[in-house]
């Protein structure tokens, strides 16, 4: 019903299932989405969305309601980091790429004529990212191991 564009049948449904003591990932996440959306209560949906992604991070569905209801408040920078942590879990998804590409779109590769995933183009990109300020680098967390790549 939600994607058909009929979220307030949909506010119905959601609210019967959680009001019936559903803890289903599903239906938290379309209770939260239709409880903003609907009805205008954007902190308990997002309360709602957030519960549902400790549950069920890999999810699509329930990654893209919270990235949905961060954007809803504003908070495109976190919208994009849960959609990323979706990615990690979910390689590939194309709801998820299409969102995230629509909310944080690539820049283009320094040289166009060489592959996007050429070394080159890879070092020139960051080079101009430290120059303007734009690089951040990923801090890998104590005790974790790094993933060696193979060619």
Do not use: W
């Not at 019967?16 to 239906?27: D, F, I, Q, R, T």
């Not at 209560?41 to 209801?69: I, T």
């Not at 976190?78 to 709801?95: C, D, F, I, S, Y």
């Not at 004529?113 to 101009?128: T, Y």
């Amino acid at each position: 019903m939600c994607r058909k564009g009929r979220m307030a049948d949909a506010a119905i449904v959601f609210r019967e299932l959680v009001a019936a003591g559903s803890e289903e990932p599903l239906h938290l996440s379309y209770y939260g989405l239709t409880t903003a959306t609907v009805h205008g209560r954007r902190r308990e949906g997002l309360r709602y969305c957030q519960r549902a992604m400790q549950f069920d991070p890999s999810d699509p569905d329930v990654v893209s309601n919270l990235a949905r209801l961060y954007e809803l408040n504003g908070q495109k920078q976190k919208a994009v980091e849960t959609l990323r942590r979706g990615l990690r879990q979910t390689p590939g998804h194309p709801r998820l790429l299409g969102y995230i590409n629509r909310l944080s779109p690539r820049r283009k590769p320094p040289l166009s004529m060489v592959d996007r995933d050429n070394p080159i183009n890879k070092q020139l990109a960051i080079l101009a990212a430290k120059m303007t300020g734009r690089y951040k680098k990923r801090k890998v967390p104590t005790g974790q191991q790094l993933k060696v790549r193979r060619a």
